[in-house]
């Protein structure tokens, strides 16, 4: 089976789906959908699709939202669930098993600060527009699983 011109498309643009798909703003679907989101906002029954992300080539789907270190603790629950990512059998008994930390390049879950553009625009962060300057609102990314 061949695939069709949209997910060509997306395949080529490697940008990942979000407002302008979802209003359809273009004619044309250009992201990772491949024209599953295109325009679902235009329609009466359209839900907001999961908002996406590329972290380091990993697409992450957008968990949750809070305030800096909210989420550090469910980011480390949702690393650590996925088991670990190496284990080595030092000698008989004594065995090292290496877990995902949430800072690591492509962590099954990836805590991440809203940019000021992201908090001004995105409805999901309409509550954190008045933070104070020192704090941040955080984003927890999840690993799409590829089957």
């Known amino acids: 089976m ?6 060509l498309i997306s395949f080529l643009t490697d940008t990942t789906c979000g407002e302008a798909c979802w ?3 273009d004619d044309t679907c250009r992201c990772s959908c491949g024209g599953k ?4 906002l235009r329609t009466v029954d359209g839900d907001r699709p999961a908002r996406t992300c590329r972290i380091s080539g990993d697409i992450y789907t957008l968990r949750a939202v809070g305030r800096e270190h909210e ?3 469910e980011a480390d629950n949702l690393c650590r669930a ?4 190496r284990v080595d059998e030092v000698c008989e008994g004594l065995t090292y098993r290496y877990y995902w930390k949430a800072t690591e390049l492509h962590a099954p879950a990836r805590p991440k600060p809203a940019t000021k553009d992201q908090i001004k625009r ?4 309409s509550a954190y527009r008045n ?3 020192w704090e941040w609102a955080v ?9």
Request: with cysteine.
């Open 37 to 40: 989101n295109h325009g679902v």
């Open 139 to 147: 984003l927890l990314w999840v690993k799409e699983c590829k089957s």
């Open 131 to 133: 933070l104070e300057p």
């Open 82 to 85: 996925v088991g670990p990512y």
């Open 71 to 73: 989420l550090d603790a």
């Open 2 to 7: 061949t695939p069709d011109i949209g997910t």
């Open 23 to 25: 209003s359809a703003r």
């Open 122 to 125: 995105w409805p999901e962060l």
